[in-house]
């Protein structure tokens, strides 16, 4: 990765694996003039810089994707308008909303996969070689299904992606799937990746997990940040944990962390739209520098970003390992 990507060093004292970004949130709830809240946004190098796909929830809380570009990761122009969809693998441009985007370069082009309202929630797909023009393919899966992730690379020949399926509402429960295509059209070799936690061994991915950046390649596996969830008196609970996924068959988990590496903790994280969530959608890295940058959404209102050390992250994971 030549762009340099967004860094702050740890806090002094501080004994954290990952720590926040000082001026957080980066992307405050009205940073467009129709929005109620930005959050749950993807972020990859663009040119000499970065570009996004943003969920931004509108005044009338509809929920749309809209393009946005910024020089140094930190400051975002965001479009006024949302993402309009061309044809690409199909001209079923159906959708009644869309949220909680990722974007993956592979090969050629900018894919990006997205939470699609068809009849209840799916997996949307689309790609685009500049962020101005956006072609839409099938949907990937049968409703219901959300977090769909693709890996940055084609696996043994074939383009895979995680997803997470659910049901029409605020899902109880949610493990992490994947799945393999020839063509990112045709969706298949469905397998279980990762299943919730005990409630006694680690409760706070103990309800629902789901992937959350782009897996990043290391030399000791698929790097994945994935929030988990725990159900509280008071509601939901998502964090940030990390797990190491074998590189040929990324069915296999290596090590995923027992503690979490992010939970709601500052006020933006615990108060706004939706109290305590803390919900990763993307990762710039560098491995040369041994830096990642995770951007993440913070109680459903705004966006944020938190640090760590590729190798210290890696060496947690396998030393607290679940
Ligand atoms: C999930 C999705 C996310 C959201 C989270 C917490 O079901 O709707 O977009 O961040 O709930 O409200």
């Not at 990507?5 to 000082?22: H, K, L, N």
């Not at 000791?220 to 929030?227: A, D, I, K």
Request: aromatic fraction near 14%; glycine fraction near 8%; proline fraction near 6%.
């Amino acid at each position: 990765m030549s762009n340099t990507i967004p860094w702050q060093e740890r806090p002094a004292g501080s004994t954290d694996v990952m720590w926040r970004y000082s001026e957080n949130p980066i992307i405050n709830r009205y940073d467009i003039p129709t929005s109620n809240s930005i959050f749950n946004s993807a972020v990859v190098p663009f040119k000499d810089g970065f570009a996004g796909v943003f969920r931004c929830d509108n005044k009338a809380v509809q929920m749309n994707i809209f393009a946005g570009f910024s020089k140094d990761g930190i400051h975002w122009k965001i479009n006024h308008e949302p993402i309009e969809m061309k044809a690409g693998n199909t001209d079923f441009l159906h959708s009644e909303y869309k949220y909680d985007p990722r974007v993956t370069f592979i090969e050629d082009r900018y894919w990006v996969t997205w939470c699609n309202g068809h009849h209840g929630p799916t997996i949307g797909i689309a790609y685009t070689f500049d962020f101005q023009e956006f072609f839409m393919c099938e949907n990937a899966f049968l409703p219901f299904n959300r977090n769909g992730v693709l890996f940055p690379e084609k696996i043994n020949g074939k383009y895979a992606m995680l997803s997470r399926p659910s049901d029409n509402g605020h899902t109880p429960f949610g493990d992490i799937y994947i799945s393999y295509s020839p063509d990112m059209k045709y969706w298949g070799e469905h397998r279980c990746v990762m299943k919730v936690s005990p409630f006694v061994d680690s409760a706070w991915q103990c309800t629902k997990i789901g992937a959350g950046a782009v897996p990043i390649k290391t030399s000791e596996g698929w790097l994945m940040f994935y929030h988990g969830v725990i159900n509280t008196c008071n509601g939901f609970r998502y964090s940030m944990g990390a797990a190491l996924l074998d590189l040929e068959n990324p069915s296999v988990v290596k090590y995923r962390t027992k503690p979490y590496l992010l939970a709601p903790a500052t006020l933006y994280e615990t108060t706004g739209d939706v109290p305590n969530v803390v919900f990763p959608c993307a990762a710039l890295h560098s491995l040369e520098e041994d830096k990642v940058a995770v951007y993440y959404g913070a109680a459903d209102t705004v966006v944020g970003v938190a640090f760590g050390r590729i190798s210290e992250i890696i060496k947690f994971t396998k030393e607290n390992s679940l």
